[in-house]
């Protein structure tokens, strides 16, 4: 069974930090590239990463670059989000999801084939 299993999620603080991960199974990730997206109540969804199959190239929404960094680790079938100097607009359901992705389409949810439910992130003071 395909799964993309999101954890990390939960509070902070504006400035702090979380460390959200996506653990798949069902399928072999390592052909497959990752991206993250964000969405905020009545707001589309955003892609916010994307990692590459091989880990050798990321994006990033320029509302998160250089706060967030995205990772993987295949042998362990999971990818991770790390965003730090956390803002409140930062506040949304993080979602992960896989797919053979155009590199220049990475922010396009239709290049995706495989996603996971999400977890909630909430900055507040």
């Known amino acids: 069974q395909v799964q993309l299993v999101e954890s990390g999620g939960g509070f902070a603080q504006p400035g702090g930090s979380l460390n959200v991960s996506c653990k798949t199974s069902?399928?072999?990730?390592?052909?497959?590239?990752l991206g993250w997206f964000r969405q905020a109540p009545g707001v589309g969804r955003e892609g916010v990463a994307y990692?590459?199959?091989?880990?050798?190239?990321?994006h990033y929404a320029g509302s998160v670059k250089g706060r967030f960094t995205v990772s993987r680790d295949n042998f362990k079938n999971t990818a991770y989000l790390q965003m730090n100097s956390l803002k409140l607009e930062d506040t949304a359901t993080y979602l992960c999801?896989?797919?053979?992705?155009?590199?220049?389409?990475?922010?396009?949810?239709?290049?995706?084939?495989?996603w996971g439910q999400g977890t909630q992130v909430t900055v507040s003071s």
């Open positions: 990692i590459s199959s091989g880990g050798d190239i990321t």
């Open positions: 069902g399928f072999n990730l390592d052909y497959y590239s």
């Open positions: 999801a896989a797919g053979f992705v155009r590199n220049t389409a990475w922010a396009q949810e239709d290049e995706y084939d495989l």
